[in-house]
């Protein structure tokens, strides 16, 4: 008789207690609004979402105001179609072009232009004013300080380091 072995029991889950839901609610809770505050006030500026002043911004300050297209989708943290999408939208407006690589032929570079840097200009003090009416101007210099911290610790635990990840930027 064959007889496969019983896979172990699975684990239980190890269930947020009543303090950490409350803050892992209210974190989802904020970090939704922010996002909504800062787009709606880009969308009201420049017509523009947010993602999209983002990669401006990456390319504004890179060298010659250009990058890669997989350097650009790496720094932003979304996948290689989602970055094309967005960057044809911003080709359209006139504030990005791209260009093949001359370094290698299969690969684009993402090319801030004239227009966009104006754009960039233009929109940068109602965004930083609305970051900091929305964030840094509600905490005290040692609660961002914290904030600052405990995001690192979160964002360098959620970088894969291992070959092969599943990273959206090889998506």
Partial sequence: MDTAPTPPPAAEPRWLDGDEQRVWRV??????????????????????PHMY???????????RRRLRMTELAKNMKITRSRLSHAIAR??????VRR?????????????LTDDGFDVLSRTAPG????????LFDRLTP???KSLGEI?????????PKEAGADLPWLR
């Fill in 127 to 134: 965004h930083v004013s609305a970051v900091r009416q929305a």
């Fill in 99 to 111: 260009e093949d690589c001359p370094s290698d032929k299969r690969g684009q570079l993402a090319i």
């Fill in 90 to 95: 911003l080709e359209k407006s006139g504030w």
């Fill in 151 to 159: 995001m690192t610790i979160v964002a360098e635990g959620l970088q």
């Fill in 53 to 63: 002043y983002g990669l401006l911004v990456q390319l504004s300050d890179a060298p």
């Fill in 27 to 48: 974190y989802l809770q904020a970090t939704t609004l922010l996002d909504d505050h800062l787009d709606r006030q880009l969308q009201r500026d420049a017509g523009m």
């Fill in 142 to 144: 040692e609660q961002q």
